[in-house]
């Protein structure tokens, strides 16, 4: 369980197994947003990637018999880095210094096959925009606003102003606190 989901294996008498991923608190209109969101955007992984992505088979955003925003999807069995090192609760959600190395490698060594067996084409979805990926009323996919920043943007470094303009981050009792954007910038 974590702070967003409960997500539990559903395992069948035929040796398949399903995810089923629930919200754990009442949903806001944003939340339910990114969900839709995340939704779309592992439609359009499955969709027009290599990348191995689950299979949605269902998901209810609201108003629906469990009350809560749910997803039940394909599992794949798989340990996440931060599990193979003990959790998150033992090394905080970095990899511990006597694994580096080999972890690198091991990820490196993944890029490696994909890229040699498949076309970098097949691992890389682009959209002419930065934004959040909907889906139109035609069944395809385009770009839209991002919650807090707005319109779908057309390049990185513009994208980064427009967040930095509006992050609203502490203060840092390290380095004095930049209160303007260089004018060059």
Not at 105 to 123: D, F, H, P, W
Request: overall charge positive; hydrophobic content about 40%; some cysteine.
């Amino acid at each position: 369980m974590g702070g967003l989901y409960i997500v539990r294996r559903l395992d069948f008498d035929d040796g398949t197994s399903w995810i089923a991923r629930l919200q754990h608190k009442q949903p806001t209109r944003e939340f339910l947003q990114r969900l839709i969101h995340e939704i779309h955007a592992i439609e359009v992984l499955r969709g027009r990637s290599k990348i191995p992505v689950s299979e949605i088979f269902a998901y209810e955003a609201s108003n629906n018999v469990a009350g809560v925003a749910f997803m039940i999807m394909e599992f794949i069995p798989a340990d996440t880095a931060i599990d193979s090192f003990g959790s998150y609760f033992v090394h905080r959600g970095k990899t511990p210094p006597q694994f580096k190395d080999k972890f690198y490698c091991a990820m490196a060594g993944i890029k490696v096959r994909y890229q040699t067996n498949t076309s970098q084409v097949e691992l890389t979805v682009r959209f002419p925009k930065i934004g959040n990926i909907i889906k139109l009323p035609d069944g395809t996919y385009s770009t839209g606003p991002i919650p807090g920043i707005g319109d779908p943007i057309d390049t990185a470094a513009d994208f980064f102003l427009v967040w930095a303009e509006q992050a609203k981050l502490p203060p840092s009792t390290k380095t004095p606190f930049v209160q303007e954007r260089p004018q060059n910038l």
